[in-house]
């Protein structure tokens, strides 16, 4: 799929995964592509169909946020692979816009983990965290896709090249939010995973983890923004083989595993630390675009609970 020019009309910026366009002062578009990036690297591999499934499974999920009465940014879905949100500020550090900021992304990512997994085990393995940081008793021996005793709420920067993990009192310098808005988004989420969980366990889902992004709107109002509850920014598990004690992921941990076992994520991280040349990620195998695409087309329709039928031509 070819890349948009940077010169089309209303053409602002490229993600790792989107295209950002101005349709008005106060509405944005976002173009889903078909690109996948993992470890913050953007992958030089297109996988058909996961443009389509992202852009209709979020508008899937913030259409369930309207229904629980949790504000968010999502208008309408505008094609295939198109998102109408409203427009907010993006700034590095929002306390530039002066006291009590409005209608600004707060540049943080929010994460919530309810199961060990993912780089959370993998700080764990290094002993960076230990039992008692994640509500265990101390000296509790931790194992690979236990359940958390209770939700771990971390947060990491959102505007920065490699996501960095933050204190509380970093993030609220770096937000600009207060002590009470911070603690409002936790409880937000919570709410909206709790009801994702009750909208997936009939269709044997587990969330394992996920994490999502707010803003201030022009009121004042923390809402919802980006996307959410995909196999991008979420981890799911299907429930009945983890009762059999093994983890089935449908998510993009299955491409994150790839690299691990070839030694890139190893390099990366070595390159990361020593603050030399990152190494250029190499694309997947063919065979692996294909079995990539058919995940994210499975985990949609287990996600919505309706099949997938491509109304975009991918590739």
């Not at 992004?213 to 980006?226: C, K, P, S, T, Y």
Request: hydrophobic share 40%; net charge neutral.
């Amino acid at each position: 799929m070819a890349k948009t020019p940077a010169t089309a009309p209303g053409f602002l910026r490229r993600g790792k995964v989107k295209e950002v366009y101005e349709i008005s002062p106060t509405e944005l578009e976002f173009r889903f592509t078909d690109d996948i990036s993992v470890f913050d690297k953007h992958i030089p591999s297109e996988i058909p169909h996961k443009g389509e499934t992202l852009a209709r499974t979020a508008a899937f999920w913030f259409e369930m946020c309207t229904r629980l009465g949790v504000p968010h940014h999502y208008l309408s879905l505008a094609g295939p692979t198109a998102m109408r949100v409203k427009r907010v500020q993006v700034v590095p550090n929002p306390s530039t816009l002066g006291p009590h900021p409005r209608n600004y992304l707060v540049p943080l990512e929010l994460i919530v983990r309810y199961y060990l997994a993912g780089s959370m085990w993998d700080r764990v393995k290094a002993g960076k965290v230990s039992a008692e940081e994640l509500g265990f008793p101390k000296g509790k021996t931790l194992t690979f896709a236990m359940p958390l005793p209770e939700p771990h709420f971390e947060v990491t920067t959102k505007l920065e090249p490699v996501d960095r993990l933050l204190t509380r009192s970093e993030a609220l310098s770096l937000s600009a939010l207060d002590a009470h808005q911070l603690d409002s988004i936790r409880e937000t989420i919570l709410t909206i995973d709790a009801a994702m969980q009750k909208e997936i366990g009939p269709r044997g889902l587990l969330h394992v983890d996920g994490k999502k992004e707010f803003a201030v709107d022009a009121d004042g109002v923390l809402m919802v923004v980006d996307t959410f509850g995909t196999a991008d920014e979420d981890r799911f598990w299907d429930a009945a083989a983890y009762a059999r004690g093994r983890q089935v992921d449908f998510s993009k941990e299955f491409v994150r595993q790839h690299y691990r076992t070839t030694g890139y994520y190893d390099q990366l991280q070595k390159a990361r630390e020593a603050h030399l040349p990152e190494p250029a990620i190499p694309p997947l195998p063919p065979l692996l675009v294909d079995e990539v695409s058919r995940l994210y087309t499975t985990v949609y329709q287990r996600l919505t609970g309706e099949p997938f039928v491509p109304l975009a031509r991918s590739g």
